[in-house]
């Protein structure tokens, strides 16, 4: 049994996003995600096998889906499932304070 708080422990410099499993077990995998003014690379599209679960804790974001023009605005509290296969990038993050993540894929 290890006590984690999800607010700490964060690294001072982030050149790229910063994830970190949090479990991992039975197909089902929980992440601590931080972003600091990082987005998804253009043209680059996440399609996974798993369906995922993400809040946001802290901080800000938006998440573009293919074929969609409206970009989903997440603030502190707000969660979106994305199923499997959903083609999804991550247009924008706060870039004036840190956005933690929370990330279950299942």
């Given at each position: ?71 989903v ?7 979106l ?22 990330a279950?894929?299942?």
């Amino acid at each position: 049994m290890e006590l984690k708080n999800l607010f700490r422990g964060i690294p001072s410099e982030l050149k790229e996003e910063w994830v970190e499993a949090l479990v991992a077990d039975g197909g089902v995998r929980i992440e601590r995600i931080v972003s600091r003014g990082h987005a998804s690379p253009e043209g680059f599209w996440y399609d996974q096998e798993q369906s995922e679960w993400v809040m946001v804790l802290a901080g800000s974001a938006g998440v573009a889906f293919e074929g969609r023009e409206e970009v989903v605005s997440l603030s502190p509290g707000d969660c979106l499932e994305i199923p499997a296969h959903t083609r999804h990038r991550v247009a924008w993050t706060d870039a004036s304070r840190e956005t933690i993540w929370l990330a279950v894929f299942y």
